[in-house]
């Protein structure tokens, strides 16, 4: 089964960037699909219009049967959002964060709270858990963000650079999570320029340079990271 469908996709911002042109792929339900790309090459705006929150100039996008583009809300009630360099709210603390996106996600509060102290523990968040976001360190408050994504198991997930700025320790513990979270069925799109984590993580890459997908690739079909690696490099400077 397909989860999702972008069927030439072309979006140019109003400064005149085309940021995205002409882009069409698939990716199957229960897939783990790596976008990867030097920076600038478009995958947060493919992100955003994946979750319908740029309008395109042309082409279709679904997402679980949704229109992106009309039914960009429904899409965003069903699936999981990590953005890139983003911060939890900073007038709460991770605990009423959680909350809130219980209220949000609708979990139920028991339910809420198991979750809520396993990943706590998880991510050695325990002693932060009372102290406001915005006094929390850069990877804290992204431990925050990416438990926050996950609380309501969405079947599909986009995550964004989720390990930036979190020690190698908990970036085995997330890479952990994220196996298992896939395992169970589920679909992870991960946008990242860290080749090595893409390779160790997902099914099938998807290279996007330019605004365009370049190639897409089976992880198992890849004799060694150079193929991709040459691709990346080929076409732009790789920030590893
Ligand atoms: P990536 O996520 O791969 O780093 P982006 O999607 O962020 O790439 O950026 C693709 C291109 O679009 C870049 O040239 C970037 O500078 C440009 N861009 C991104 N967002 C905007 C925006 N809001 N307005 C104008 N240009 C943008």
Redesign the pocket.
């Known amino acids: 089964m397909v989860d999702i469908n972008v069927n030439k996709i072309s979006k140019t911002?109003?400064?005149g960037?085309?940021?995205?042109e002409d882009v069409s792929f698939e990716i199957d339900s229960g897939e783990f699909y790596g976008?990867i790309?030097?920076?600038?090459?478009?995958?947060?705006?493919?992100?955003?219009a994946l979750t319908g929150q740029i309008k395109l100039d042309s082409g279709e996008i679904s997402v679980l049967g949704f229109d992106a583009s009309t039914e960009g809300e429904k899409v965003r009630a069903n699936v999981g959002i990590l953005p890139?360099k983003e911060s939890p709210l900073s007038f709460m603390t991770p605990e009423e964060y959680f909350d809130f996106i219980g209220d949000v996600r609708g979990i139920e509060q028991k339910e809420l709270n198991k979750k809520v102290n396993s990943w706590a523990e998880r991510l050695d968040l325990v002693d932060e858990m009372d102290s406001m976001n915005r006094h929390l360190s850069r990877g804290q408050q992204q431990k925050v963000l990416f438990a926050g994504t996950f609380l309501h198991e969405p079947e599909v997930v986009f995550i964004?650079e989720p390990l930036a700025n979190l020690d190698p320790i908990i970036q085995e513990e997330l890479k952990d999570y994220l196996r298992e979270y896939n395992n169970k069925g589920n679909t992870i799109i991960l946008?990242t320029?860290h080749l090595e984590v893409a390779t160790e993580l997902c099914e099938k890459l998807g290279v996007?340079n330019n605004?365009t997908m370049i190639g897409e690739h089976n992880v198992e079909d890849l004799d060694s990271h150079d193929d991709i690696r040459e691709l990346l490099t080929n076409n732009g400077d790789l920030d590893e």
């Open positions: 911002y109003t400064n960037t085309k940021a995205l976008l790309g030097v920076n600038g090459a478009g995958k947060t705006t493919l992100i955003n890139e964004d946008s320029h996007m605004g």
